[in-house]
């Protein structure tokens, strides 16, 4: 594969510190969720980060497909991810699952469907984490 873009980031403190892209654009406070044995503080953490990343990478993908198709998307079109963490099965550290839930107001259900079939082809993230995690889609 080609590249056509890198991004460039970097993290000290791990999930109880700081991240920034080296460009400056993005700057965020970590903090370890209380499920994860954390304090909870004010910060963001790396599921959330990923959440918005995988869900706007998906809706990306989503937007490719229907414009190829000659489908237009409702204005109103959202991906929310969830993403979980946790203790593998095997007992060797932890992995995680998403869920991705995409809503299309107004469409035609079985449409939307073959769209979001489509999507999880050509979306880099899917690609990326196929056969690794649970990765589950929904079409409210």
Do not use: W
């Not at 995680?96 to 469409?107: A, D, E, F, R």
């Amino acid at each position: 594969m080609k590249a056509l873009y890198h991004a460039h980031a970097h993290a000290t403190g791990g999930r109880t510190g700081h991240g920034e892209t080296d460009d400056g654009r993005l700057k965020v406070d970590l903090s370890t969720p209380k499920e994860l044995g954390g304090d909870n503080g004010p910060g963001t953490n790396p599921e959330q980060l990923f959440a918005i990343a995988y869900s706007a990478c998906f809706l990306g993908a989503l937007k490719f497909v229907a414009g190829k198709e000659k489908v237009k998307l409702p204005d109103s079109t959202t991906v929310r991810a969830t993403i979980g963490v946790g203790p593998r099965d095997d007992g060797q550290g932890f992995g995680i699952n998403t869920h991705l839930t995409v809503s299309m107001p107004g469409m035609d259900h079985e449409e939307a469907k073959a769209l979001v079939h489509k999507a999880e082809i050509v979306c880099p993230y899917v690609h990326a984490t196929r056969g690794n995690i649970d990765n589950r889609f929904t079409v409210a």
